[in-house]
C-alpha cells in the first residue's frame, strides 16, 4: 500500500505528529509512505524533519504551487491520500478526485467545519480526540474515526531524573498560550529547588538565568523529558512527558492543573482549554506540595509511563491508522 501524507510544516505539535506517524507507518509490513508539502511553511521546520524523514526512509517532498504538488502526488502514485492540515484539503480533494484514490483527512483541532464546509466530502475523517469528533458530527461529518496522537514508547522512556527538580516546557506558543507560559515562570522564580527548561518557539526573558533556560523549538525533546520530573504544555507534549514519567500539568490557554491517577480515562483534559486561567499562585502551590513529597512524585511518575504505554502506543496508532486506509480503500469504486 502506497501512502502519500499531505501537510504544512511548522515548528508545532502536528509536524511531530505527521513525522512520527509516517515514519511508523512506513516501518508497517506492505507500506510505503510519502510525505509532501506545498506553499508556506516555515523553511527551516521543513528542513529539519525532512532530513529525519530521509534518514528513516521515507519519502520527503517540497513543492512551491498546487500544479506542482499535482504533479508531485501523481509521480508517487499513492493508494490513498492523508491530509493533515486543513487549508489543503481542497487541492487534496482535486488530486485524490484526478487519481480516483481515497481521501483521508487528519483533524488537529476545533473549529475546521467551519473554515471548510466541504470536508463532510472526504471519504475519512480521523479526530484525534472526542471533543473534536463530537464537532465533526454535529456539522454533518459521520465518516469519522477517533484515533489519538501516538507517542513512540522507545524513543520517549524514563532514565535518570535530572539532580534538582526540573520542570519542562514543551510546545508551540501563541498569543493564547503566552499568559500561561509568563505565570509558570513567575511560580518557578519563587520555587528555589526547582529549575525550569523551555523548548518552544517562544524565547522569555528570565531574572535568574541559573534557573531557567531557554532552548528554543528543540527538534528532539526525548532527552530533555527523560530527564526532568514534570512537563507544562499540552497535547502531544504531555503525551510525550508521561512517555518519559514526567508528571504532567496541562497549561495552554488555561490552567488545567495536574494529571492524577483519578483522571485514567482512555482521554485525558490534554487541550489546554479547560480549567482556570492561569495564575502563578496556584501554579506554585501544585509544584511545591508535588518537590515536597517524593513519595507521592515518584507514584505520579510511574503512573505517568504506565498510562503512556496503555493509551498512547504510536505503533498501535499506525495499526489502526492502516486499518482504516485498507477500508476506504475497499469502498472506493474502482
Known amino acids: 500500500m502506497r501512502t502519500l501524507l499531505l501537510s504544512r510544516f511548522f515548528f508545532s505539535g502536528q509536524t511531530t505528529h505527521v513525522v ?23 523553511p527551516q521546520a521543513w528542513e529539519m524533519y525532512a532530513k529525519e524523514l530521509t534518514h528513516a526512509g521515507v519519502s520527503a517532498f517540497r513543492t512551491t504551487s498546487a500544479k506542482a ?23 487534496s480533494r482535486e488530486v485524490s478526485r484526478d487519481l480516483g484514490v481515497p481521501l483521508v483527512f487528519t483533524c488537529h483541532g476545533l473549529g475546521i467545519p467551519h473554515q471548510q464546509p466541504r470536508i463532510a466530502e472526504v471519504d475519512l475523517v480521523i479526530a484525534v480526540g472526542p471533543r473534536i469528533q463530537r464537532e465533526l458530527r454535529t456539522a454533518g461529518v459521520h465518516a469519522c474515526a477517533l484515533i489519538g496522537n501516538g507517542v513512540d514508547l522507545e524513543r520517549f522512556r524514563p532514565t535518570e531524573k ?23 515562570i513567575a511560580a518557578v522564580k519563587e520555587i528555589p529547588r526547582a529549575r ?19 532552548l528554543g523549538w528543540v527538534h528532539d525533546v526525548a532527552p530533555l523529558l527523560a530527564e526532568s520530573h514534570a512537563v507544562f504544555g499540552t497535547g502531544r507534549a504531555i503525551r510525550e512527558g ?15 492543573g495536574m494529571l492524577r491517577p483519578t483522571d485514567g480515562s482512555a482521554w485525558l483534559p490534554l487541550s489546554g482549554l479547560d480549567g482556570e486561567t492561569p495564575s502563578r499562585g ?19 511518575s510511574a503512573w505517568s509511563r504506565e498510562y503512556a504505554c496503555a493509551h498512547f502506543s504510536l505503533s498501535d496508532v499506525a495499526e ?13 469504486p474502482a
Open 69 to 91: 504538488l499535482q504533479a508531485c502526488v501523481r509521480r508517487f502514485n499513492p493508494d490513498v491520500i492523508h491530509t493533515h492540515s486543513s487549508d489543503l484539503l481542497p487541492v
Open 282 to 300: 496556584r501554579i506554585r502551590l501544585d509544584l511545591i506540595r508535588l518537590i515536597q513529597d517524593p513519595t507521592h512524585w515518584r507514584a505520579l
Open 196 to 214: 525550569l527548561m523551555v523548548a518552544s518557539n517562544d524565547r522569555p526573558k528570565f531574572d535568574e538565568e541559573d534557573r531557567l533556560t531557554t
Open 242 to 256: 508521561m512517555a518519559a514519567a514526567c508528571v504532567p500539568f496541562v497549561l495552554g490557554e488555561r490552567y488545567t
Open 162 to 184: 535530572a539532580g534538582a527538580f526540573q520542570i519542562a516546557y514543551v510546545g508551540r506558543v501563541d498569543a493564547k498560550k503566552r499568559k500561561g507560559l509568563h505565570e509558570l
Open 20 to 42: 512520527s506517524l509516517a515514519r511508523a507507518l512506513d516501518r508497517l509490513p506492505e507500506m510505503t509512505v510519502g510525505v509532501a508539502t506545498v506553499g508556506r511553511g516555515h
Open 320 to 332: 489502526q491508522t492502516a486499518q482504516l486506509y485498507q477500508r476506504v480503500i475497499a469502498a472506493c
